[in-house]
C-alpha cells in the first residue's frame, strides 16, 4: 500500500538533546496505525515533526509521495495534515458551537462544520449551547476530533487521545477513529498504554528512546511484549 504520510530517518532535537534518532513511519489512507511508547520516547515529537510545528534536523517527510521536508505547520495543515494535541486544544469557555464555529476558517459555512459534527458525534448537538470546559473529558475529545474532521483532514495525527479517560469512553472514541479511518483517512494514534488503541490499529510501532524497536501487526505477540517493554498491563 502506498503511503499517504511517510517519515523516512527523521532525527529531531532539542538543544543539543536529540529525541528522535532516525525514524521510519508510514500510514497509509484508511490506515490507523499506533506509534507507542513509555514517557519521553519521542512520540509527541514524531507528531511535531509530522505536524511540521517542530523541525526535523534531518531525514524526510513525505505527504502523498511528494517531498514535504521543511515544509511549515500552515503549509501541512493546508496540505490536509491535522494534529489533534495532549489535552484537546477545545477552548473550556467558548460553547461547543462556538468552538465548532472557530472552524469556518477552513470555508466551511456553520451548518456544514456542525453536520460534520453532529452526525460523527450526536451528543454534542445536545450539548450545542454548553460550554466546553463543563463536558466530560469523553465529549471533550469527541469536540476535538469534531473540530479535526472539520478541516477535511487527509493525515490525522492524535496525541494520547486516551489520557484521563475511562476504558469504556476511549474504546468508543477509537470506535469512532476506526469508522474515520475506514472513510479514507490516514490516522498515527500516539499512546503510551496500547491496549484500546491496539484494538483498532492495523499496525503498531514501538519507540524506545528515540528509536523504533519494533513493528508489526498488533497481535497477542506484539501485545506481550509490550507488556515486558514498559506497560505491564497492555
Ligand atoms: P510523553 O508521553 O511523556 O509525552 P513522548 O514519547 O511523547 O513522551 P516526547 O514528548 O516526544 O516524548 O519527548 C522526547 C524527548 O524530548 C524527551 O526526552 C523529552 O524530555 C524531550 N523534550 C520534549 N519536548 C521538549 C522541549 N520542548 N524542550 C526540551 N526537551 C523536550
Do not use: W
Not at 36 to 64: E, F, I, Q, Y
Request: some cysteine; charged content about 20%; hydrophobic content about 50%.
Amino acid at each position: 500500500m502506498s503511503a499517504l504520510l511517510e517519515l523516512r530517518g527523521v532525527r529531531a532535537s532539542y538543544g543539543g538533546i536529540t529525541a528522535l534518532h532516525g525514524v521510519d513511519l508510514r500510514v497509509a489512507a484508511g490506515q490507523v496505525v499506533a506509534l507507542l511508547g513509555p514517557n519521553g520516547a519521542g512520540k509527541t515529537t514524531t507528531l511535531k515533526v509530522a505536524a511540521g510545528v517542530h523541525p526535523a534536523d534531518s531525514g524526510r517527510l513525505l505527504l502523498g509521495g511528494r517531498d514535504a521536508t521543511g515544509a511549515d505547520s500552515r503549509d501541512l495543515a493546508r496540505a490536509g495534515v491535522c494534529l489533534i494535541p495532549e489535552g484537546r486544544g477545545v477552548f473550556p469557555n467558548l460553547t461547543v458551537r462556538e468552538n465548532l464555529l472557530m472552524m469556518t476558517f477552513t470555508g466551511r459555512g456553520r451548518a456544514e462544520v456542525e453536520e460534520i459534527a453532529f452526525t460523527r458525534f450526536p451528543v454534542l448537538a445536545r450539548r450545542a449551547g454548553q460550554a466546553a470546559g463543563t463536558m466530560s473529558g469523553g465529549e471533550q475529545q469527541m469536540l476535538a476530533l469534531a473540530r479535526g474532521l472539520a478541516t477535511d483532514p487527509a493525515v490525522l495525527l492524535l496525541d494520547e487521545l486516551s489520557m484521563g479517560l475511562a476504558p469504556l469512553v476511549v474504546a468508543e472514541l477509537y470506535e469512532q477513529v476506526a469508522e474515520i479511518a475506514r472513510q479514507g483517512v490516514a490516522v498515527l494514534v500516539v499512546e503510551q498504554f496500547a491496549a484500546a488503541v491496539l484494538d483498532i490499529a492495523d499496525h503498531a510501532a514501538v519507540l524506545v528512546r528515540g528509536r523504533v524497536e519494533r513493528r508489526g501487526d498488533p497481535d497477542a505477540e506484539l501485545r506481550a511484549e509490550l507488556s515486558d517493554l514498559y506497560l505491564g498491563s497492555a
